[in-house]
């Protein structure tokens, strides 16, 4: 029997683009054309100034540590305790939930404002998860 | 809203509290409005109003033989009963009912008759926080409380006191669920749940439930309990992602509701006599205290690690034990309402002595959103 898979997102007409990004390697946020309000998640309209005139574009990936939690239990399905469940402060502004791999899950390890890059995980031939790392250099 | 217009005239909470393996959810809340309604010395025929959350109002209307002309399904979370305590008291100033009935009760325990919880793959939860490993409360409630602990430069020791604080209240409450003294290392070794947070920093996971009946204060005086009147209330919501929140460093919901409802009831904090806030977790009281406005955040961690919360203190916190000690059925905002009251009667386990405003600070769904109520016993 195959072990329990990590919960996967079912995209929306309104969030597609965003996980046809990360499929292909692009962490996509959206900017308003109207004010230059970057933000997330996604939506066709802008959640400062209501313009429905918005623009996906590609980010840099490049973000830092905001805060996190080393989950011990209950762990979800998919995950081996201690895992890290972080939000991420990316580059652009908006903030995301993500995990932080190739770094130990330890507080010693995980500082906050540490500088991060994403990191694509591919879950099957429809979705890729955007990770993030710990920045190189 | 207008000032002590509206009145609380009957309160309870289930007979038991704590593993209720006999009662199904449904059952539960009928327990508890069977005990509200007798407190009140009303019938249930009496009752022309009906709110509740997670259970429809339908389903507890029709299970008790209600006929209302006013229901409110608001279910926010955990704080949802405040938020139906300011509507309801709208709702009779208006004249859509007289008499309203506020029920809350969970089978968090045993389980039994419980709505399924789930996270659609498709909501924004599920697509943007759920594949991350979420997992329940314990997994994200606590996920803000690192920021604030740097921002505000707040201890693992002052949070830790919150909940010998806690402990300290619920000794002296014969219903709560765990009553032996602990101590900051008690804390800081017990079982790890989500780093930073170790099992003695989370809440219970009990049954129970409680309910509460409101009228307008005309009628209250002639009640057999001492009426509890509502001052000031306020209420708001921010976003169900976490992960979203404006900042970590405060809750906006909180700043919305805690301050509305102190400008409703024109005091000020030195006023205060008895407070709670919600404490499904350890660092709410901090976040409360901030941003209700009792001081400034930087301070919270030092204001409880110095005992000014404990029993004694200038500021009486959470004094049925609280979430962590009490009971926590999973939308505890009943229980803080619950012992406001009871303050405000005189009869609370652990009185405050001469107590004669109560603010009940709520919050639900992580951060998601905030009620705030303000009691007093004098009009």
Redesign the interface.
């Known amino acids: 029997m195959a072990e329990p898979a990590?919960?996967?997102?079912?995209?929306?007409p309104e969030?597609q683009h965003f996980?046809d990004g990360t499929q292909a390697g692009e962490l996509r946020l959206q900017r308003c054309d109207a004010c230059a309000n970057v933000y997330?998640?996604p939506r066709p309209f802008c959640p400062s100034c209501a313009s429905r005139k918005v623009s996906v574009f590609k980010a840099s990936g490049k973000g830092t540590l905001?805060?996190?939690?080393?989950?011990?239990?209950?762990?979800?399905?998919?995950?081996t305790p201690?895992?890290a469940?972080?939000?991420v402060e990316l580059d652009e502004g908006p903030?995301?939930?993500?995990?932080i791999i190739d770094c130990p899950q330890t507080?010693e390890a995980l500082e906050?404002d540490m500088k991060l890059e994403v990191a694509f995980e591919k879950l099957d031939d429809k979705i890729t998860?955007p990770l993030f790392r710990p920045a190189k250099g | 809203m207008r000032r002590n217009a509206v009145a609380v005239v009957g309160a309870a909470e289930t007979t038991e509290l704590g593993v209720i393996p006999n009662m199904s959810q449904i059952q539960l809340h009928a327990d508890a409005a069977l005990n509200a309604i007798a407190d009140a010395g009303l019938k249930l025929s009496d009752i022309d109003g009906i709110a509740t959350a997670v259970e429809t109002p339908q389903q507890i209307a029709h299970y008790l033989g209600i006929t209302p002309t006013w229901v409110d399904g608001t279910s926010v979370g955990g704080c949802s009963f405040m938020l139906h305590v300011r509507h309801a008291a709208a709702a009779i100033e208006a004249g859509l009912c007289k008499t309203v009935l506020i029920t809350h009760a969970e089978s968090g325990k045993s389980m039994i008759g419980k709505l399924p919880r789930s996270t659609p793959a498709d909501s924004l939860n599920g697509q943007f926080e759920s594949p991350f490993g979420v997992y329940g409360p314990p997994s994200m409630f606590p996920i803000p409380v690192l920021r604030y602990m740097k921002t505000y430069g707040i201890t693992h020791e002052q949070i830790a006191m919150v909940a010998v604080v806690q402990r300290e209240w619920a000794a002296k409450n014969p219903r709560a669920t765990m009553k032996a003294p602990i101590t900051v290392a008690d804390v800081l070794n017990s079982k790890m749940i989500a780093y930073p947070f170790r099992i003695l920093q989370c809440c219970l996971v009990t049954d129970g439930g409680g309910a509460l009946i409101l009228t307008s204060a005309d009628r209250a005086k002639d009640f057999p309990n001492k009426p509890v009147y509502i001052l000031g209330t306020g209420e708001s919501v921010e976003t169900p992602m976490v992960s979203q929140m404006e900042t970590f460093n405060s809750s906006r919901a909180f700043k919305v509701a805690g301050p509305t409802a102190f400008r409703e009831a024109g005091i000020a904090h030195k006023d205060v006599d008895h407070l709670m806030i919600y404490d499904a977790f350890a660092h709410l009281p901090l976040y409360g205290l901030g941003d209700l406005g009792f001081m400034p955040h930087e301070e919270t961690g030092k204001f409880i690690a110095d005992g000014n919360t404990r029993p004694g203190g200038k500021l009486p916190l959470n004094t049925n034990g609280g979430g962590l000690s009490y009971m926590h059925s999973g939308m505890y905002g009943m229980y803080a309402l619950q012992e406001s009251v009871r303050q405000m009667r005189g009869i609370a386990p652990a009185q405050v002595k001469d107590a004669k405003i109560s603010v009940c600070h709520g919050v639900g769904g992580m951060f998601a959103a905030s009620g705030t109520i303000i009691f007093t016993n004098e009009k």
């Open positions: 990590r919960a996967k997102p079912k995209p929306t969030t996980w997330f998640p905001y805060s996190y939690v080393i989950n011990h239990r209950p762990a979800a399905p998919g995950f201690p895992y469940i972080a939000v903030r995301m939930m993500s995990n507080p906050l998860l």
